[in-house]
């Protein structure tokens, strides 16, 4: 069954304390892995794309790799504007089942960065 | 680009009413929409694709009688939620993408966050 599993739930942080949320999923057949940001009560703000292993993508403070098995969403530095839920979602290959709009998402990380 | 507006951002409604949610795409045309909801500490599941010009398709266990779906233009998309129950409480987010190849990121509008009573 494809799954994607988001640690930890939760994350508290110093500002500037830099840290890593990590994104571990088992699909059929990737075909993209996503990463969003999510403010309460809003709906998720699109981060990054990424495609294969060994791909990187960075923005300001954030940036986020892939492995064969996992992502990690690296956060440099952080400012408590950098407080929100982020998510983690994967798009299976239409060769497995999967469609353009079904992204399987994870439960998300919700960080605090405090000042 | 890419932005997509949902209104209404918050609505309450009593138990047995309907209730219309509106998705558009204000900067791109969208033949394709899609309809997501969101239970508290729960990821986001996928409800149903709505299709431009004809019916929508709905994920496994969501009625199809219970959320009308319609797509009546390449910018706009309705989800009725009909004869609401409380159970029916959730927050409901539109998507679209701009479909520009590979795996194209989908856009998401800001939710609707349906209570009911």
């Known amino acids: 069954e494809d799954q994607v599993t988001q640690s930890p739930e939760a994350l508290r942080l110093q500002e500037g304390e830099s840290s890593s949320l990590n994104c571990s999923y088992t699909v059929s057949g990737l075909r993209g892995l996503f990463w969003y940001r999510q403010d309460p009560g809003k709906g998720p703000e699109f981060l990054f794309t990424l495609y294969s292993a060994g791909e990187e993508k960075e923005k300001e403070r954030l940036k986020a790799t892939l492995t064969k098995k996992e992502s990690f969403l690296h956060i440099t530095a952080p400012k408590p504007e950098d407080s929100a839920t982020y998510l983690c979602?994967?798009?299976?290959?239409?060769?497995?089942?999967?469609?353009?709009?079904?992204?399987?998402f994870g439960k998300g990380t919700k960080l605090s960065v405090k000042p | 680009g890419a932005v997509v507006s949902q209104h209404p951002s918050r609505v309450i409604c009593k138990s047995g009413t309907s209730v219309k949610i509106e998705c558009r795409s204000l900067?791109?045309?969208?033949?394709?929409m899609f309809w997501y909801r969101q239970f508290p500490k729960q990821s986001l599941m996928l409800m149903a694709t709505s299709n431009e010009g004809s019916k929508a398709t709905y994920e496994q266990g969501v009625e199809k009688d219970k959320f009308l779906i319609n797509h009546a233009s390449l910018t706009l998309s309705t989800l009725t939620v009909t004869s609401a129950h409380p159970e029916d409480s959730s927050f409901y987010i539109c998507s679209a993408s701009l479909g520009q190849g590979r795996a194209s990121p989908l856009h998401f509008g800001n939710g609707t966050r349906l209570t009911v009573t």
């Open positions: 900067d791109f045309q969208a033949t394709t």
């Open positions: 979602a994967v798009q299976v290959s239409m060769n497995y089942g999967g469609s353009q709009g079904n992204l399987i």
